[in-house]
């Protein structure tokens, strides 16, 4: 295997958009090729106002077979930013063969060049190939709980009535 990680670019979309849909498929949820296609080409090229991605794909031969999407965090409790893998994927006549590794690697040292304060990530709890990487390279599994709300989930919450906020509270 002749493997390499480097930052994706406008000409890896066609190949990107490939591994976005098999990723998709995989976890039940496949798209059509043209949705794969937006995603990668907002992944792959220069970011639009507050979308600030970092994308890499482990090459083989020639041909695309991992990526790595990274997004750049300001959490609470370091006050600095960190690099979060949103999602790191392996085409399947890839796996176990240190790919993963790779991506994760090359990860690290972006957080390393780019002066970031830590690489985190989140994993389903029921994937233990992904989980035993993670252990293997030294991740360290935090006692937090991961939440989402699905846009088309929102509609309770939205409907709130939000109190202003006085200024004993904080407010202006």
Do not use: H, K
Not at 127 to 144: C, E, F, S
């Amino acid at each position: 295997m002749t493997l390499t990680v480097r930052a994706a670019d406008p000409a890896d979309i066609p190949a990107l958009a490939s591994l976005l849909a098999e990723m998709q498929a995989y976890y039940g949820a496949p798209v059509p090729m043209e949705e794969a296609l937006e995603a990668a080409g907002q992944l792959c090229t220069l970011p639009p106002e507050g979308f600030n991605p970092r994308t890499l794909l482990a090459i083989d031969s020639g041909s695309a077979i991992g990526s790595c999407v990274l997004n750049v965090m300001l959490p609470a409790a370091e006050l600095r930013r960190s690099l979060y893998i949103r999602d790191l994927f392996v085409s399947a006549r890839s796996r176990r063969r240190g790919v993963g590794r790779a991506l994760v690697a090359c990860a690290a040292r972006l957080v390393r060049e780019g002066g970031f304060c830590a690489l985190d990530w989140t994993t389903d709890s029921q994937n233990l190939p992904a989980r035993r990487l993670y252990d293997g390279i030294g991740g360290r599994v935090l006692g937090r709980t991961y939440y989402r709300i699905e846009r088309n989930a929102l509609g309770a919450l939205l409907e709130e009535e939000v109190p202003a906020l006085s200024r004993a509270a904080g407010g202006e």
